[in-house]
């Protein structure tokens, strides 16, 4: 009995601790943030394995990913860490890289084993679970939602990118032409347009979402995970100088012009995982700046750098802004926990929403 539970803890663990599905091997050096030694204190609490959160876009509630209930599954909780419900309740198979449409009536996440994953959605109460990956689309990474939440981009790994719409769930492939594998689409504020970073030396490209053509944006190459802001034509990528090297600068490329401007080229550190606020104003980022990794944030010009989780104890990441930017979520592994913790955009207040909801055997 003891062994299957170690066996399960340890699953769960590995899907957890990647919080977003990993990318194929020779790709992954890239992507994966580094892990610090873990830290000497003893864990606060020691049967939570929470992570992924993000919010619902009235700011109201939390979804996230945990293995609290034995298996990964999609949970929900107010934003206070109160009236904690089971969304998903999966016994056999773990869910992963949870999005929240921003019209609030659906989740997408991955479901089965890191590479051949399908995308799923559900309703937040449970309803409508929908298997997206079924037919042509095949296995798949990274969906996004557009910005009216009507629509979700899937690249599948096979090549291409499928736009499927969640009122008729019609789906179209726009690169049917282009048999090249795509990872991380995001898309213009207007949804006219997703930005792409492909598998094959992280280019970035721009595709019409009525698959008119793909056009580059850029030929710069190892450029990780491109983000359109939400109110501008400025597209936010991680640069590296060499395949599979240090992610070392967040770079601004202007979708009209091809211009960059480097945000980091006077900091020296490691970046991951960046978000826009929902007003395109600041953006946050993972970093190993001050020699931990920690959750930054700056303006969207790059001034005005603070460190928003320099007193917690922990390996921080994965975070989140809220709809009205004043609060950041974020999940913080620490030893053999991980959970999940809200902070003041100005790095005030921080709290551990996990020591709030209550443990389920």
Known sequence: MMQQKKTVVTRLLLFILAGLILPPPQTMAQEMSPTPPPPTLEPEIACLLDSNPVWSPDGQRIAFVSGRSGNADIWIMDADGTNLRNVTNTSDVEEYNLLWSPDGNWFAFLSGPFGIANIWVIHPDGTGLMNLSEGDVGPAASPAWSPDGKYLAIPPLQGGVWVVNMQTFERINITTANDEAYKWPSWSPNGQQIALTTYDNDRVLIANVDGSGITTLNDTKFNIRAHWSPVNQFILV??????????????????????????????????????????????????????????????ADGGNLLNLTSEIVGSVGLAAWSPDGQKVAFRVRHESTYTIWVVDADGTNPINLSAVIPCTE
Do not use: C
């Not at 991680?238 to 211009?259: F, K, N, Q, Y």
């Not at 020296?268 to 960046?274: A, E, N, Q, V």
């Open 238 to 299: 991680i640069h590296a100088a060499t395949l599979g090297g240090s992610m070392e600068d967040l770079w601004l490329i202007d979708s009209d012009t091809s211009e960059i401007v480097n945000l980091t080229e006077d900091y020296d550190g490691d970046y991951f995982w960046p978000a826009w606020s929902l007003d395109g104003s600041m953006i946050i980022f993972e970093s190993n700046l001050d020699g931990q990794k920690d959750i930054w944030r700056m303006d």
